[in-house]
T-cell receptor, first 114, second 112 residues
Framework: DSGVTQTPKHLITATGQRVTLRCSPRSGDLSVYWYQQSLDQGLQFLIQYYNGEERAKGNILERFSAQQFPDLHSELNLSSLELGDSALYFC?????????????FGSGTRLTVV | SQKIEQNSEALNIQEGKTATLTCNYTNYSPAYLQWYRQDPGRGPVFLLLIRENEKEKRKERLKVTFDTTLKQSLFHITASQPADSATYLCALVTSGTYKYIFGTGTRLKVLA
């Protein structure tokens, strides 16, 4: 157990629907990062929050949004889902804003859009 | 264009040998580079970090080198074991912006 908790582990939904992925960072970590990993693709950075504030944005689609709550857990909202959104979505956390000591990843949410 | 490349082909080696994985980058100014291990269906696990002014870092059977002239990092696993079989990812962190860029990973298989 890495200390980063992601729920749900698996999600199957239809095109056009909306889903919410949840992440609780490791205790003491202030940064939360969201990544998407598709087959044959590397980890694609989506967005980072640090202590409740958006810190950095990657290749996140406008249909996707995220937030970090006062208790530091984070949610990633994916809407108007398309088949191509099927992927593993990882949350990671770090104690600092730069990830200098490395990221701690959760075990991911596998999203299947049918 | 900016890119970070790892050998996309799987690397098969015999147990007990040293595995060497390569991470090359272009058009980035790195602050540091990290290596992660990822098992199928699991999240990556942080292994080692090396700063841009360091040449080499060791941790148990792992060794990482960083050559900013060649724009390359090498990751070595000595006395490899079947349990070392996994995908290994390098992540370059850019100086100033501390932007993380992951490579696509190299799948290592250690044969008993």
């Amino acid at each position: 157990d890495s200390g980063v908790t992601q729920t749900p582990k698996h999600l199957i939904t239809a095109t056009g629907q909306r889903v919410t992925l949840r992440c609780s960072p490791r205790s003491g970590d202030l940064s939360v990062y969201w990544y998407q990993q598709s087959l044959d693709q590397g980890l694609q950075f989506l967005i980072q929050y640090y202590n409740g504030e958006e810190r950095a944005k990657g290749n996140i689609l406008e249909r996707f949004s995220a937030q970090q709550f006062p208790d530091l857990h984070s949610e990633l909202n994916l809407s108007s889902l398309e088949l191509g959104d099927s992927a593993l979505y990882f949350c990671a956390s770090s104690v600092d804003s730069a990830g200098y000591y490395g990221y701690t990843f959760g075990s991911g949410t596998r999203l299947t859009v049918v | 264009s900016q890119k970070i490349e790892q050998n996309s082909e799987a690397l098969n080696i015999q147990e007990g040998k040293t595995a060497t994985l390569t991470c090359n980058y272009t058009n980035y100014s790195p602050a540091y580079l990290q290596w992660y291990r990822q098992d199928p269906g699991r999240g990556p696990v942080f292994l080692l970090l090396i700063r841009e002014n360091e040449k080499e870092k060791r941790k148990e059977r792992l060794k990482v080198t960083f050559d900013t002239t060649l724009k390359q990092s090498l990751f070595h696993i000595t006395a490899s074991q079947p349990a070392d079989s996994a995908t290994y990812l390098c992540a370059l962190v850019t100086s100033g912006t501390y932007k993380y860029i992951f490579g696509t990973g190299t799948r290592l298989k250690v044969l008993a």
